[in-house]
């Protein structure tokens, strides 16, 4: 079976433009999530879809959005961009997203903002 | 709020020599802990897991005990090898934050033969 998969792998964008990344789940997996990971630091919660709802959110600013669509696949959108919104982004799936269930993680879509 | 505190690395090692990578938790629950590695040039892997207090986790001869006493999940692995050369990371999950993992900002290994 497939992973987890995201697109695009790299990209480059200048400040103030918009950005949308791509996740699809591991068949079956109903949960997404995504981080945020700057070079040398551990991943940054962003969101946690499960079954379309956002569950949770961390502290990052409205630029930052989600959603996630009927077929579990999701997009993290990133308006207005600022040169600090240059990292590695990760979306991880999951069965249901409880506490004690193991995570998948993609490859990450690495952004370069100019 | 939670947060999780690794060792400094990078941490350079003989092959077969001992590992241990500290890794410690402030935590108001009972979080699940887990131990993930990052291999050069790919992505995030599950190494092992803990969900309970005194929960020994294991795999590929790494273990991780969950100790609520000193709020630790120390990495250990007996003889490594040049293939276990990666960055480490130890993360917690709330029980009432499903999905939301709080990670440590990695440590770096490199075995060398």
């Known amino acids: 079976d497939a992973g987890v998969t995201q697109s695009p792998t790299h990209l480059i964008k200048t400040r103030g433009q918009h950005v949308t990344l791509r996740c699809s789940p591991i068949?079956?997996?109903?949960?997404v999530s995504w981080y945020q990971q700057v070079l040398g630091q551990g991943p940054q919660f962003i969101f946690q879809?499960?079954?379309?709802?956002?569950?949770g959110r961390g502290n990052f600013p409205d630029r930052f959005s989600a959603r996630q669509f009927p077929n579990y696949s999701s997009e993290l959108n990133v308006n207005a961009l600022l040169l600090g919104d240059s990292a590695l982004y990760l979306c991880a799936s999951s069965l249901a997203g409880t506490p004690q269930e193991t995570q998948y993680f993609g490859p990450g879509t690495r952004l370069l903002v100019l | 709020g939670d947060s999780v505190t690794q060792m400094e690395g990078p941490v350079t090692l003989s092959e077969e020599a001992f590992l241990t990578i500290n890794c410690t938790y402030t935590a108001t629950g009972y979080p699940s802990l887990f131990w993930y590695v990052q291999y050069p040039g790919e992505g995030l892997q599950l190494l092992l897991k803990a969900t309970k207090a005194d929960d020994k986790g294991s795999n590929k001869g790494f273990e991780a005990t969950y100790r609520k006493e000193t709020t630790s999940f120390h990495l250990e692995k007996g003889s490594v090898q040049v293939s276990d050369s990666a960055v480490y990371f130890c993360?917690?999950?709330?029980?009432?934050?499903?999905?939301?993992?709080?990670f440590g900002d990695g440590t770096t290994l490199t075995v060398k033969p």
């Open positions: 993360a917690l999950v709330y029980n009432t934050n499903a999905g939301k993992s709080t």
């Open positions: 068949s079956g997996h109903k949960s």
């Open positions: 879809y499960y079954e379309k709802e956002e569950r």
